[in-house]
């Protein structure tokens, strides 16, 4: 259960899944016809893998959390990662797997923007939910990678392949986009939370015991991965969690400046800075001012 399989190549994945290697920095297969895992393991994956779980497939984890498959749930994985599977005995996965090694995308326009993508980072319990006709747009996408793949390498196969994965990609930042829309009360939920949050950070000692707060505090309370709760903020309110925790350090900065009892240097500790120079430069490019300008003029 402790031992961790390190899968680098696209080979190694295959062979543990026992199909055939078609193309040594790519590969597609129905997981129906494919070897199951074993009923428990770890694996270390080196590849990008994009997996559409037709069934109920046990339970995956992920960090701490543990997410159970719906039908037609899109689960994106990279370079770097660790799943962790428990499955139960004779399960047989149904779905569809991609991987396609780094090496694939190097030198290409998707290459350069691949960080964009940013559900390669979410958490499994932040995996994709399918509708019926956006489960199809991805077989279809697969059925076109598929039938590449069973052609002749020639000088075009490199620039369809990478192609068809971006439009791939592409179409699930859509997906995305309406799965946080259908969501809209849960969101609500994790907004209202993430405010509480930040204001109890501020009216508590944690500014000087954990200094200042950060993107990956907030979503690791809200048991988020730091990308997924960062892509929810900004979808919901229109700015990103950093830009409302700088609003609310600048808030929390102007009330406590008027209190002339506390030097400067001593309001940018207790807000959780290190150096005092540090907090002049960040009120000074928020409000215009620095702070000794902003108490005198008040």
């Known amino acids: 259960m402790n031992t961790i399989i390190k899968l680098d190549t696209i080979s190694q994945y295959n062979t543990l899944k026992g ?36 069934v109920n497939c046990g339970e995956l984890k992920y960090g701490r959390n543990t997410y159970d498959y719906d039908e037609g749930t899109l689960v994106c994985v990279a370079p ?20 396609f090694h780094p090496d694939l995308i190097k030198g290409t326009s998707l ?28 077989k279809d996408i697969y059925s076109k990678l598929e039938y590449e793949l069973s052609q002749s390498i020639d000088k075009h196969s490199k620039s369809i392949i990478v192609n068809t994965i971006e439009l791939l990609l592409n179409y699930c930042v859509r997906f995305y986009d309406r799965q946080f ?27 000087k015991d954990l200094g200042l707060p950060s993107v990956s505090y907030f979503a690791d309370c809200l048991c988020l991965s730091p990308n997924y709760f960062g892509d929810l903020i900004k979808k919901e309110t229109g700015k990103s969690a950093q830009e409302h925790v700088q609003l609310k350090l600048i808030d929390e900065a102007k009330e406590r400046i008027f209190d002339t009892e506390k030097s400067i ?31 005198n003029l008040n």
């Open 19 to 54: 199909v055939e290697t078609q193309h040594p920095l790519i590969s597609i297969f129905d997981n129906s016809k494919a070897n199951a895992l074993p009923n428990y393991c770890r694996i270390h994956f080196g590849l990008y893998a994009i997996f559409l779980k037709m």
């Open 80 to 99: 770097g990662q660790i799943i962790e599977t428990n499955n139960n005995e004779n399960y047989q996965p149904l779905g569809l797997a991609i991987l």
């Open 111 to 138: 290459g350069k923007k691949m960080g964009q993508y940013s559900f390669f980072s979410y958490d499994s319990n932040e995996a994709l939910h399918l509708s019926i006709k956006e489960q199809q747009i991805i």
């Open 181 to 207: 829309i259908t969501r809209e009360s849960v969101n609500s939920d994790i907004l209202s939370k993430f405010e509480n949050l930040l204001n109890n950070y501020f009216q508590s000692e944690n500014t």
């Open 265 to 295: 240097s001593q309001i940018a500790y207790d807000l959780g800075f290190k150096y005092p120079q540090h907090f002049n430069r960040m009120f000074k490019k928020n409000t215009g001012y620095t702070p000794n300008e902003y108490r």
